[in-house]
């Protein structure tokens, strides 16, 4: 009974509270036992591994269920909208990257890092992603956790249930009604799930945060922290400055959509995952009265096409190697850069490997020696953090932005409506 009692007084708590504590303590055990904290890694794993667990039915049933109360016409225009959102907050941030780096020059006093042997995945080309995007085995990319080949499975599926619902053979209308309350019941039961796992995550995030610090070195840490604070000042620029100006011109409450949205942002921190993330932030777009029509579809595509955090990335990262090797960067250099890096953002979209191929593709653009990379590897799990953040947080505010004017469009052609129905009785 008493034991009834606890868990009762600890799920009344809130994920906030509950997450933030878990993640004071991991700093804490993290720095007071250092690398021996490792032993709780496990904790944090079997968390990584729910949420891994829950993306892919949760990707393939939402979408399927999101096709199905939205016409074809919309989800046109809802791609249309939200894909030049994704290249210019991308190249945005690139620029900013660049100019954070440019004032704080994180590289100066750095050397050269000898005999670093950085092996490269060969960068794909665009024809070559795009061809990836459709599975040969319908299975295996649901075992392999491909986002961009399980939203055009759940595309095509989507598509064919809803024309089975709108057939004139009453038996195939029953078979796509049936399809699609399987459907809608599988979604309900991953998001109770979902919310079953949720309860675990401070213990996940805990064990996380402990091994990521116990880990790190304050050497290294000391080293690097000119390219640490770059890294976390372009991202805090984009997300309290940028990331507003964008919602104020779409006239979303920017403090109302940050307080709803906290979840997504502080699992994205711990995890460093945007699709370990990607259930959670389908959660905090419902609590940001984002509909499900946008969520559903611009949620999966930007947890693995749009990388706004990455991009900064790339913008500082080429700063920092440009101040080791001594370069000045030239304005039709930096241009180069910035479209180098929003194509790599964009372009390496899935591919494994991305962030170092998207980094070579950026450093070839401005001559500079990929093994520079290995000198910020030593701290990536602390950056990381902060980008995977800046990612979650662009898909969220594009998919509210695109919501905005989605509803901003049914209030018009309501109104237009009106007025037809209206000269028209009189």
Known sequence: ????????????????????????LGICIGLIFGPSAQVLEPLGTIFLNLLKMAVVPLILLTVIVSINNTNPK????????????????????VILGIGIAELMNPGSGLKMPQNTDMEVPEAPSMIDVLLQVIPTNIFAALANGDVLSIVFLALIVGFAISYMRHSVES?????????????????????????????YAPIGVLGITATTIGNQGFDTLIALSKYVIASYVGVGVQMFIIFPIILLLFKVPVIKFFKNTREAIITAFVTSSSL???????????????????????????ATVNMN?????????VVFAANIMGYDLSIGAI??????????SIGTAGVPGAGLIGMSIVFTQAGLPIEIVGLTAGVNVITDMIFTTCNVTG?????????????????????????THKSVTE
């Open 171 to 199: 038996q195939m209308k029953e078979w796509g009604s049936l399809l699609l309350k399987f459907a809608e019941a599988g979604s309900e039961v991953i998001f109770r799930i979902l919310s079953g796992i949720l309860q």
């Open 74 to 93: 919309e989800l046109g225009r809802i791609g249309v909208k939200i894909f030049p959102y994704f290249i210019i907050t991308t190249a945005l941030a």
């Open 1 to 24: 009974m008493w034991m009834y009692g606890i868990w009762r007084w600890y799920r009344e708590k809130s994920f906030i509270l509950k997450i933030s504590i878990g993640f004071l």
């Open 335 to 344: 241009i180069g850069i910035i479209l180098a890096g929003t194509l790599a």
């Open 395 to 419: 898909d969220i505010v594009g998919a509210a932005v695109v919501d905005q004017s989605e509803k901003k469009h049914d209030e018009t052609s309501f109104n237009a409506n009106e007025i």
């Open 276 to 302: 370990a993330t990607l259930p959670v932030t389908l959660k905090s777009a419902q609590k940001a009265g984002i509909s499900d029509k946008v969520a559903n579809f611009t949620l999966p595509v930007g």
């Open 309 to 317: 955090g990455s991009a900064i990335h790339f913008g500082v990262g």
